[in-house]
């Protein structure tokens, strides 16, 4: 359900026309590496089901740095909303040679029987944000339960806990359906908060439609002081509306997932979007290039990862002067999930050199 990527394709006149390669130093291999890394000549796949915006981008971008390091030989498909499409991307993959897939969204349903393919291919699979009923499969994925928890507690120290909520949320989306049982539960565990409304939108301008409604259930409920937006375009439409209300003194805003953008929007004077609970993308990204290349040498122990989330605060994004998520990787080592699924031969391998 998520939003964004800016991805190419392959090889020969198709990687002209429309792809991205990077690792071209994958034939020297790495010194004291397992095989199949201790020669080189690795190739993977990224096949993303979604287009636009900056998640994607930057998870894209997280795996194409980890594949650099590895002298991973990386080829990468733009994401373009059409299971059709993606069942191709996956079968040019498998005709490409790779010796391993990452997955990021998409309909399993759609692509399971070519997703098949691949693995009787031997070709190792990560996928994120798609279900698939393979159990070789190695899947990432976030704790959202967790991810809602830390903001919640947070919203706690803010606010005590018997604040008015307002509750924005679409029924049938995984990461979100895994957020809401958490609210339901905090909610049990809390009586003195009351959610006095529940509102919502997934189209093509999610913060926009989700602006609107947001300016009606203020309209309706004035004693709404805290909104829950378990999704940052959630947020962003929250937050325009309160902006445009003038009730910025008077709601603050709990989301989770963010984004440069996002961290902008948090930033701005008097912003009442004041705390996220998120995963890196860029790490997310590189830590499914791991995966792969740990199941490639035997190591990988779990085929089941769930990323932990980190907390973070428009006061601490202020108190660091953060203003990218890449100064966010930088300045918050756990956002970066640099120690999530890797081995010492990783580590050195990315260690800058001197």
């Known amino acids: 359900m998520k939003r964004r990527t800016l991805l190419g394709l392959a090889t020969g006149a198709l990687l002209a026309a429309s792809g991205l390669m990077s690792g071209i130093a ?6 004291g590496a397992p095989a199949p890394f201790d020669k080189g000549g690795v190739k993977v796949a990224l096949i993303v089901y979604l287009s636009g915006g900056d998640y994607y981008q930057n998870y894209e971008a997280g795996v194409k740095r980890q594949a650099d390091k590895l002298g991973i030989e990386l080829r990468s498909f733009q ?3 059409k299971p059709d499409e993606q069942r191709e991307q996956i079968r040019q993959a498998i005709n ?3 010796s391993g897939i990452i997955i990021a ?4 349903e759609a ?7 691949a693995l009787d291919a031997g070709i190792k699979i990560a996928v994120q944000n798609i279900t698939l009923p393979q159990k070789e499969i190695i899947v990432i994925d976030q704790d959202e339960s967790k991810q809602l928890n830390l903001v919640l507690e947070q919203a706690v120290k803010d606010n005590g806990d018997d604040f008015k909520a307002g509750y924005i949320y679409v029924e049938g989306f995984p990461a979100l359906d895994k957020r809401d049982v958490a609210w339901q539960a905090f909610k049990k565990s809390h009586p003195g908060v009351s959610q006095l409304a529940q509102w919502g939108a997934v189209d093509d301008t999610p913060a926009q439609t989700v602006a609107n409604q947001t300016a009606a259930v203020f309209r309706a409920n004035p004693d ?3 909104v829950l937006a378990p999704w940052d375009e959630f947020a962003r439409g929250a937050k325009i509306a309160v902006d445009e209300a003038g009730l910025n003194d008077q709601v603050k805003i709990y989301s989770v997932d963010v984004s440069t953008s996002d961290i902008q929007a948090i930033r701005e004077p008097n912003s009442p979007w004041v705390a996220t609970s998120a995963i890196s993308a860029a790490g997310t990204g590189a830590a499914a290039l791991r995966a792969i290349a740990l199941s490639l040498t035997g190591e990988l122990k779990e085929t089941n990862i769930l990323l932990p989330p980190t907390l973070i605060t ?6 660091n002067d953060v203003k990218t998520e890449e100064e966010l990787n930088a300045k918050l080592p756990e956002f970066a999930l640099e120690h999530a699924v890797t081995a010492e031969w990783i580590t050195k391998a990315a260690a800058p050199s001197n």
């Open 314 to 319: 428009r006061q601490f994004l202020l108190d």
């Open 111 to 117: 692509v399971s029987d070519v997703v098949q393919e």
């Open 105 to 108: 969204g998409g309909k399993g």
């Open 224 to 226: 709404i002081n805290v």
């Open 26 to 31: 994958s034939a020297q291999g790495i010194s």
């Open 79 to 81: 994401g373009r909303q």
């Open 96 to 98: 490409l040679g790779v």
